[in-house]
């Protein structure tokens, strides 16, 4: 059975942690995201010139310093004890013979039960809730030299040691788990012990085996079996192990192929379609099967840190591509719903991708070119520049910030901000290029990006003329109601808008005139007769809805006058708004994915956030925003699929999230000039 203190840890959803040595807390901090767990190597060796214990002041101060310097952060402390190897003598051709020499040492084995003793007692010291995940790759090497037998048929030396506390015990692996189990309940029952699974450990990997007929549950089911017969099952000394741990791999899938380690019947790259193997689908379903036999929580542990996301990751040391991370991330309610509480990103051996700015080499995007990697699926796939120093690019910062605002998942397909000169400016997004740019002349209006683009960095860029200006590549062209219809020339063109599948829209001008034009051979939309014109310099913006029947344009006033599109009705008047009697409109957002019964926000210049509604919708609750208190803010737009996160945009360039949408750390900004006109995503 669990022990009550497994209940400790969150298992609401599956949660995230990672590697994050002393020095490295204030990245984990300062990181904005709300990581549940942190862990730490201790080894070293038992009886060796530099045990972990000696590695602060007092004796064992390094592992009582890493718990009391959580302070209140709400991590969990995880400490991988691994020092079976590392102790002396260590003698054998590999690390299995090595790993069974050293247990079937007395002399060795009683400094390691005195070692593990001292960690109980400190963790027992801090009270809180610590998990000690002991010894990964020795279950495993156990497990193989067993066969067809259980922990109990393997020598250890436990009584034999002379120890006090395994007095009586069986000199066996299965004694040995046991002790391990008793020094635990005896010093330290906030203490949860995970015990590892391996997934190379029956002989079968199914992490990299590339045959089709590998059977996920037999090969967990013989694992299951191993670790049940060394303390799951049962201890009559006391209790059982708590977790159960695994990991994925010690080296990012981009290093092993570089070293020439993929071949036909091994990979370390993962199918992310789950049609070839080795996949994500065959892991969960021998993760699945080692929760239903173990009958505890599962956690996978220093899982590579790689993605083929940004530019920095180009293949070298430090920056090496992998795919699980990625998958993790977007694929987390089948990982919890496989029997995951946590996954514990970290890398596992030198060169490896980290979270961390470890190589020392700053900010890093390879010049602007992708990297292609073939056994990865990549072609050219990681295009997104980074403005981060950490080696995978700030990519688990970013995504993994994501998960838990359970917002849409970074990245947007784009964010960008519009300058007066026609600039079109990266928001924490790639860099793209526009036709138009006017240095110096502050005559550009509106930019939108193409819904439905097969880049979606592209679309228009509206000059105070009534000229589009297509960027992005390929940049859309107009087919009909061409540029030239509605060129007037002098400053009365105000906003654009697309039609919902990008085969067209419309141009406003300042006197509420709506202007169609067509996009890749598709005809130009047209207004529905009776929609509002003007006469004078007063329509600000237009929108027009997700089902392409209708939409609103914004006077400066805040008044929104309906408008319907190709013989539709127009929707019905707005039930609540600001209307102020003096200028003080500035932008206009629907919320997404509304139709009919439309629902959205006005943007006032100070930064107020203003709901209206048409019919049939309760009113839209207020998001909390920047307000400014003078005459600067410019732009609104939400994140895709959610009515209450996204940005406001100030006149100087910077992105101010609200509803908890994700900081913006790359953004354009001349303070003092008010240049920036609009925030548009695709």
Known sequence: MLRAPALALPQDRLHFGLANNPGDLGWMTGSGVPWRYRYVYLAGGVNTPNPWQSWNSPTGGYATNYMNGLGANAYVPVFTYYELLQSTPSTGANESDRDFSNLNNAGTMAAYYANFKLLMQLAGTYGKTVVVHVEPDLWGYLEQRAGSGDASTLT?????????????????????????????????????????????????????NTDATVNAASVADATAAFLSSAGITTNPYGSTWDLVFNDLDDHDAGWWEAQGADNASSTHWWDPTNTKFPNFSRY?????????????????????????????????????????????????????????????????????????????????????????????????????????????????????????????????????????WGGIDPDDSVSISATAYWPGWSIARAARAQPGASSP???????????????????????????????????????????????????????????????????????????????????????????????????????????????????AAVQNTGYWNWRAAQDIALVPGQSGGYQGFVLDKFGGLHPFIASGLALPAVPTTSYFGFNIARGLLFLSGSSSAGYTLDGYGATHPFGGAPTIVNFPYWPGKDIAKNLFGA
């Open 284 to 420: 969960l379903s021998w993760v699945a099967e080692l929760r239903a036999k173990t009958a505890r929580p599962q956690i996978a542990w220093q899982v590579p840190v790689g993605n083929q996301y940004y530019l920095t990751m180009n293949n070298t040391c430090g920056h090496y591509q992998d795919n699980v991370a990625a998958y993790f991330i977007n694929n987390s309610s089948s990982l919890y719903n496989a029997g995951l509480i946590a996954v514990l990103f970290g890398a596992g051996n030198a060169c490896q991708t980290t979270n961390t700015d470890a190589q020392s080499d700053g900010v890093t995007n390879n010049g602007g070119t992708a990297t292609s990697d073939a056994l990865g699926s990549c072609s050219a796939c990681n295009t997104h520049t980074s403005s981060y120093s950490d080696d995978d690019g700030g990519f688990l910062r970013v995504f993994v910030g994501q998960y838990y605002l359970g917002l849409p998942a970074r990245p947007f397909k784009g964010m960008y901000t519009l300058d007066g």
């Open 156 to 208: 250890a030396s436990v009584a034999g040691s002379g120890f006090a506390e395994s007095a009586g015990l069986p000199n066996t692996a299965q004694g040995y788990a046991w002790t391990l189990l008793k020094l635990r309940d005896m010093y330290a029952p906030n203490v949860l012990l995970a015990i590892h699974a391996s997934a190379w450990a029956s002989g079968v990997d199914i992490a990299t």
């Open 457 to 571: 960095q592209a679309g228009f860029v509206l000059d105070g003329y009534g000229g589009l200006h297509p960027f992005g590549t390929p940049a859309p062209a107009e087919t009909s109601g061409t540029s030239a219809a509605h060129y007037w020339g002098f400053d009365i063109g105000r906003d654009l808008a697309f039609m919902p599948d990008g085969g067209g829209g419309f141009v406003l001008d300042g006197y509420g005139g709506l202007h169609g034009f067509g996009v890749g051979g598709a005809a130009a939309p047209n207004p529905t007769p009776g929609y509002s014109y003007f006469g004078f310099d007063v329509a600000i913006k237009v929108v027009v809805g997700s089902d392409g029947k209708g939409g609103y344009v914004l006077d400066a006033y805040g008044g929104l006058h309906p408008f319907g599109i190709n013989g539709n009705a127009a929707p």
